[in-house]
């Protein structure tokens, strides 16, 4: 297996919008009824499966942002945060600027986790097949993961072990660029091609690619080791921790894999199975 060394892929990049401010001074927002936090209100409440516009929490996933080369249209800060933003800032110029006041975050954000960097971006387009084909790495596929906190979770690993994507099948996800997925991949979603996809797809791209698929399940005889011994890329499947892998797919695969656990213990959380699946054939491609 050959790792990829590099979770960048191309983003396409849309002409200038008109919600910028050019560089000026920040402006101060202090109600929610000011048309900045109007904005902010409306793409939280999206429901688009293709959004056009997506928010992006705290400096480190803004950061990754924008070194994936995601247009960024505003960035807000608290007052106690107005260094943060403007070092964020001064690597997009062209993105208003605002400075908002606690209490409207913290209604805005009302019941959920508050930040004190916000950013708006445009979202990038979506990621195609060609994408997940192009890259050298594993496919890493999951079926019925829900948890956006896992999925998150697995796309950084995925990121960092060098797979070429990550599919979603029956992830109850209407984007990828979910603001929990943001938050929980610390920004890797915008810079690892991550397909919302339903088995039929999936089965048409395996076949197409000639990508075998090997499923991570624990009742499987052949020991996680023994994954890292094939050179050639592949599929590796994870089921929900609740239910496992669909039929469907289980029924695709070639070949089955469990991890070696203490009597007692029958399973582990999804995103850490990953990382051991995708850390070995990392280490047998060494």
Known sequence: ????????????????HAYTDGGAAPVVVDNVRHPAARRLTDVLRSRAARPRTVLV?????????????VQMLAVYSTPATEIVAARLHAQ????????????????????????????????????SWRDVAAGPGD???L?????????????????????SGVVLVDSGLRTVYDRRVIRASRGLVFTLPVILADRAELERFLRS??????????????????IGSTPDRLAILMGSE??????????????????PMTTGVDSLNVSVAAGLALYERRRGSG
Do not use: W
């Open 92 to 127: 997009v110029p062209s993105a208003a600027r605002f400075i908002i006041d606690d209490d409207v975050v913290r209604s805005l954000l009302a019941g959920d986790k508050t930040t004190s960097v916000l950013a708006l971006a445009r979202a990038p387009r979506p990621a």
């Open 143 to 163: 079926d019925g993961v829900r948890i956006a906190g896992n999925i998150g979770a697995m796309i950084r690993t995925a990121c960092a072990f060098g797979a």
């Open 57 to 69: 929490e705290d400096e480190e996933n803004i950061a990754q942002a924008i070194r994936a080369g």
């Open 242 to 259: 609740r239910s496992g892998a669909s039929r469907e797919l289980d029924a695709l695969a070639s070949r089955r894999y469990a991890v």
């Open 209 to 226: 690619a000639g990508l075998p698929l090997v499923v991570m399940t624990a009742s499987a005889d052949a020991p996680l080791q023994e």
């Open 1 to 16: 297996m050959i790792a990829s060394e590099s979770c960048r892929v191309p983003i396409a990049h849309v002409g200038h």
């Open 139 to 141: 496919l890493l596929v």
